[in-house]
C-alpha cells in the first residue's frame, strides 16, 4: 500500500489543490493532506479552519483521503506517519525550480521521494495568493474554489 502526503499551507484551498489530490487518488492507495502550521508566514487563515476547509473539499473522496496538521519539519511529520512519498504541484518553471531544492532536501534529510504534478490545465493558473487577492476584492470566485471555501472567503472579507 502507498500513501503519500499532499503537504502546503493552502491558504486558502482551491480546485487546483483539490485536482492534485483527485488525481493522487487515481495513482496512489491514500493521501495525507498535511497542512502545514506555518509561523514564518502571514497566514489569512488559522490552520484549524484551513483544515476544515480542505476536509469539506475532499469529503467526495471518502477515506482515500486525510487532512492532518503539522508544525516543524515535513520529513518529522512523515517519519511520524509512516510515509516516504511527497506530492507536489507545479504550475510553472519557477514552481519546479524551487520544489526542486526541497525535494533535494528532504531526500537528503530523510531519503523521501517527491512526485511532481502539473495541475490540469482547467486549474494551472490557479494560486492561493490570486484567490486572496480576487476575494480581498469581493470578486467572482466560481471555477476557482469549492463552495465552501468561497463562503469562508467571503465571511473573512465581509463580503456580501
Known amino acids: 500500500m502507498i500513501k503519500v502526503v ?3 499551507t493552502f491558504d486558502p484551498p482551491h480546485l487546483g489543490h483539490l485536482d492534485i489530490v483527485k488525481r493522487s487518488c487515481e495513482i ?3 493521501v495525507v493532506v ?4 506555518n509561523p514564518r508566514r502571514h497566514l489569512l487563515f488559522s490552520m484549524e479552519e484551513r483544515m476544515d476547509m480542505f476536509r469539506r473539499m475532499v469529503e467526495c473522496l471518502g477515506d482515500k483521503v486525510e487532512v492532518k496538521g503539522f508544525d516543524g519539519l ?9 510515509i516516504k512519498v511527497i506530492v507536489r504541484g507545479v504550475r510553472l518553471f519557477t514552481d519546479f525550480e524551487y520544489e526542486l531544492q526541497i525535494a533535494m532536501n528532504n531526500y537528503k534529510l530523510a531519503k523521501v521521494e517527491t512526485v511532481f504534478m502539473m495541475p490540469s490545465q482547467d486549474y ?3 494560486s492561493s495568493t490570486i ?3 480576487i476575494a480581498s476584492y469581493c470578486g467572482d470566485l466560481k471555477g476557482l474554489v469549492h ?8 465571511e473573512k472579507f465581509s463580503c456580501k
Open 6 to 8: 499532499y503537504p502546503g
Open 28 to 30: 496512489f492507495d491514500s
Open 34 to 37: 498535511a497542512i502545514a502550521k
Open 74 to 82: 515535513l520529513v518529522d511529520f512523515m517519519a511520524r506517519e509512516g
Open 124 to 126: 494551472i493558473h490557479i
Open 131 to 133: 484567490v486572496r487577492d
Open 147 to 154: 463552495i465552501y471555501v468561497e463562503e469562508k472567503l467571503r
